[in-house]
């Protein structure tokens, strides 16, 4: 596997991301109760941006480059906001962008306990470094998919699974996916589950929604953001992020975030954001075609 994700740290698909991130373990504080954070691909945790690879493609700029100084945010934006600039401990240029395993450990509470997985020795070892300190915190160099269905259900009978592969492969991975979900599903079926996702075509996206639609889950809520027409499978066109037993009121909580992202990352007449139930308990299935009713939105 040759992917890294020091290039592509703190990019739009990150931004999407590590909000929703934010809203589920938000969500999950709501109870006393501890919960395990599990984590498939877990990367190094932590990303300078002014390193050699953030800056070779300089994608920060196009994402978190522009929302760090950006005025009137939505509330879960701003919070998405704070938790970075606690990565930065002061620092006001902003160098450092955090991955998932730093944001979820920094907004975890003392009971709580999380599951990090990375493959690659590099990335797993400073990841290792990184929270060398902190017993809520586990640290395996491992496949995360084979290690999933090992960690679930956790001791906590409640918590998250976050899915962020590289989709090296576009299709293959959607299958990947669908085959170790399932596998988790059966032996946790209450847990949540969070995958993301890049879209370059949205042919690609659309047999892994029918697949999610028929998986048996009471609630799957999708979001997404589009920054330019989803018809080229040469660049990320889009992102996305499917939520498997999605909490109550989640999409209220992304609503307002997600149509604020388009207007200030995206092309104008191009971009666009997608908040869809694919399956909402107590409701008919979502037609199997894919989401339905986009929100197109113009940058100010």
């Not at 945790?45 to 100084?69: H, M, N, P, Q, V």
């Not at 938790?83 to 002061?90: D, E, S």
């Not at 003392?110 to 300190?133: M, T, V, W």
Request: glycine share 8%; proline share 7%.
């Amino acid at each position: 596997m040759n992917y890294r994700h020091a290039f592509h740290a703190g990019n739009f698909a990150d931004v999407l991301k590590h909000m929703v991130l934010v809203a589920l373990i938000d969500s999950l504080k709501q109870k006393s109760s501890p919960f395990c954070y599990i984590d498939t691909h877990a990367g190094r945790g932590r990303y300078d941006l002014r390193g050699a690879e953030a800056r070779k493609t300089a994608e920060s700029d196009e994402g978190f480059g522009i929302l760090k100084t950006a005025s009137g945010l939505p509330p879960l934006l701003w919070k998405w906001l704070d938790v970075v600039r606690a990565c930065n401990a002061g620092d006001e240029s902003m160098r450092y962008y955090p991955g998932s395993p730093w944001i979820a450990a920094h907004l975890m509470r003392e009971g709580d306990s999380a599951q990090l997985c990375e493959l690659q020795s590099g990335e797993s070892d400073q990841l290792r470094q990184l929270f060398h300190h902190d017993p809520r915190v586990h640290v395996h160099q491992r496949d995360g998919y084979e290690a999933m269905k090992a960690f679930v259900p956790p001791k906590e009978k409640r918590g998250l699974v976050l899915i962020d592969p590289p989709f090296e492969s576009q299709e293959m991975e959607f299958r990947i996916i669908e085959k170790s979900l399932k596998a988790a599903m059966e032996k946790w079926p209450g847990g949540i589950y969070a995958i993301w996702y890049p879209i370059k075509l949205r042919s690609q996206v659309q047999p892994f929604h029918r697949w999610l639609g028929k998986s048996g889950a009471k609630r799957v809520l999708v979001a997404e953001v589009l920054l330019r027409p989803d018809d080229s499978p040469l660049r990320l066109n889009g992102t996305g992020v499917a939520i498997v037993n999605a909490p109550w009121k989640l999409d209220e909580t992304l609503r307002d975030s997600l149509r604020v992202l388009p207007k200030l990352l995206g092309t104008p007449g191009e971009s666009e954001y997608r908040l869809t139930w694919l399956v909402e308990e107590g409701k008919d299935e979502t037609p199997a075609h894919g989401l339905q009713s986009p929100h197109s939105v113009r940058r100010r």
